[in-house]
């Protein structure tokens, strides 16, 4: 069975700092992996994905996303945090045309 | 591109009345589309796999007679609420996989729909 945990449910960060949104995910089998961001009251976008090759993703907005596959993590950072990025950070694993979440982390950048 | 529109955006329905939501790829076809349901401050629930002209496949714990989806065409899958309760209240949040192309791989998210029964 797949799994994704993301240990850290807030983090508090000021702005124009550095953040790093942790996920670790468990799995038998080789799986792709998803950042998605979440503001109030929308769906879900794509931030980055790792399908294969190198394993530094970076996607929309600034973030980027390593892959370590022995550590089975897929740890979301920013160098420099906006205002704007407050919202909510979904990772996700997807094998056999399935999604499986995380819980989230409610990201809060404070001026 | 890989743009999913939900409709409505938000609804406000009454007790044991039935209320349809709509998913559109608008810009690339879907064989597959995903219906979720998000409680606040929780992840997505997936809730049933909707396949274009087939039934759909329900999680575990989801009743099929009363989220009944339609996956018509490779663009639009509906999901029903029947017989709506003030428990069925929530944000449901569809997506849609493209059925070619370099972006088989991953689900693209509607906007979601916020649904209230009174």
């Known amino acids: 069975a797949q799994s994704v945990t993301q240990l850290d449910s807030q983090v508090p960060v000021f702005e124009e700092a550095p953040v790093e949104l942790r996920c670790n995910y468990s799995?038998?089998?080789?799986?792709?992996l998803f950042w998605y961001v979440q503001y109030p009251n929308q769906g879900l976008q794509l931030l980055l994905k790792?399908?294969?090759?190198?394993?530094l993703v970076k996607g929309i907005n600034g973030f980027e996303a390593e892959f370590n596959k022995s550590q089975t993590s897929f740890h979301l950072r920013k160098p420099s945090v906006h205002i704007s990025d407050t919202a909510e950070y979904f990772c996700?694993?997807?094998?056999?045309?399935?999604?499986?979440f995380g819980t989230g982390t409610s990201l809060t950048v404070i001026p | 591109g890989a743009v999913v529109s939900q409709h409505p955006s938000w609804v406000i329905c009454k007790s044991g009345t039935s209320v349809k939501i709509e998913c559109r790829s608008l810009?690339?076809?879907?064989?597959?589309m995903f219906w979720y349901r998000q409680f606040p401050k929780q992840s997505l629930m997936l809730m049933a796999t909707?396949?274009?002209?087939?039934?759909?496949?329900?999680e575990q714990g989801v009743e099929k007679d009363k989220f009944l989806i339609n996956h018509a065409s490779l663009t639009l899958s509906t999901l029903t609420v029947t017989s709506a309760h003030p428990e069925d209240s929530s944000f449901y949040i569809c997506?849609?996989?493209?059925?070619?192309?370099?972006?088989?791989?991953?689900?693209?998210f509607g906007p979601g729909t916020r649904l209230t029964v009174l």
């Open positions: 799995s038998s089998v080789s799986v792709y």
């Open positions: 810009d690339f076809q879907a064989t597959t």
């Open positions: 790792y399908l294969s090759g190198s394993t």
């Open positions: 996700a694993v997807s094998w056999s045309n399935q999604f499986y």
């Open positions: 997506s849609a996989r493209p059925s070619s192309g370099s972006r088989t791989d991953t689900q693209y």
């Open positions: 909707s396949n274009e002209g087939s039934k759909a496949t329900y």
